[in-house]
């Protein structure tokens, strides 16, 4: 079993597109507060905004490391 699987598994994340390399998690101070960040890779471009449609191109500002609560 490969630990992508057992780290989206235990995220309950669906999506076989994410990996995780071996330093996946950190624990942070986040807004004073101590957290645990996850980090995660999306493996491919999407050829669209999943939300609007809109095809992605040199207009589009990729969220690259966007924070996600």
């Known amino acids: 079993m490969s630990h992508h699987y057992s780290i989206r ?38 050829k669209a905004c999943y939300a609007c449609g809109h095809v992605f191109d040199d207009q589009i500002i990729k969220h690259g490391l966007n924070v996600s609560h």
């Open 9 to 46: 598994n235990l995220l309950n994340i669906k999506d076989k597109n994410i990996t995780f390399d071996e330093n996946f998690c950190a624990e942070e101070l986040i807004n004073g507060v101590q957290s645990k960040v996850f980090y995660g890779q999306l493996t491919y471009q999407p």
